[in-house]
């Protein structure tokens, strides 16, 4: 039993290697423009700040002038000779973000990580909060893209560059409290597969980042007036913006095309991996091999979940 196990797995990593055939990308960061938008705090900030570590040139868009400010001036004092710039727009204003990215001029990483989230039950929510949450993570990263594109394609080293896609765990999981912004998020997967067929040919690579609760500013906002369910099932225990930044730009820089940032978004990335590309041999194979076992761990989470919400609502009841 054991050597046909074995000889399952030669034959499956020889059939990866010779006819999948992964092909892994290294993407440069030094001495390259890299574009953030939602780049004036939290992620998109950590993001902008490591970039620049490694030698990037840096520009930033926002919606608020005093935010992008004083995000300038902290990645100019942490790292001298940076060259930050920074384009006050709303990403629901196809005009005004065009305007910003065409005076940015040529790209070669693009970080859309702008994004807004309420979480509340959806038969609480107001259809207004929905359409804001719409209009701004998924019809802004559409305008950001549509107005950059032109711009990547004519970068100036003609090297491989990249689009990378600040999602969520709630982009591969549906969670209570989350049936608008999970939308969104899960939106943002359809458009980075079939974007991806469409630019691959132009050495174009996108990312996909699925980080789990993140400690931020505007999860701390979020926070205030989410469920209490979701707030149990979030916990206690956040990443750092630093850290997904760190995670973000080397998931860029190897070409990934899902960027889960802790072991738990490994194993849903390995469980939800679908159609999506791979460049990693390695990660193929495990991906192949460790798929069924993962969607199993899944389906015993989810009884978990459905669990907690069951006793939650019978207490609510008894009270």
Known sequence: MVFITLLFLALLHLL????????????????????????????????????????ARISLLAHSLDELKEAKQSIEKAYENVNVSIFLADVRDYDAVELAIKEAGPIDVLVVNHGVYVIEELENQELDTVKFMIDVNLMGSFNVIKAALPLIKDRKDRGPASIAFMSSMTGQIGTYGSAAYSATKFGLRGLAEALQQELISDNIHISLIFPPAVDTPG????????????KIMVGP???????IGKITVNG????????????????VAIATAGLSPQRSFFM???????????????????????GIIQKWHLQKKQQ
């Open 16 to 55: 990866l290697y010779f006819v999948v055939r992964p092909r892994p990308v290294t993407i440069p960061i030094k001495n390259r423009h890299v574009f953030i938008t939602g780049g004036s705090m939290g992620i998109g900030l950590a993001i902008a700040k490591e970039a620049a570590s490694e030698g």
């Open 219 to 230: 999860f701390e906002e979020a926070r205030k007036n989410m469920p209490e369910i979701s």
């Open 237 to 243: 225990d956040m990443m750092k913006a630093e850290e």
């Open 252 to 267: 860029i820089k190897s070409g990934k095309f899902c960027i889960p940032c802790n072991f738990v978004g490994q194993m």
């Open 284 to 306: 193929a194979s495990i991906e192949v091999v460790f798929a069924g076992f993962c969607r199993f761990l899944a389906l015993l989470a989810q009884l978990k979940v459905h």
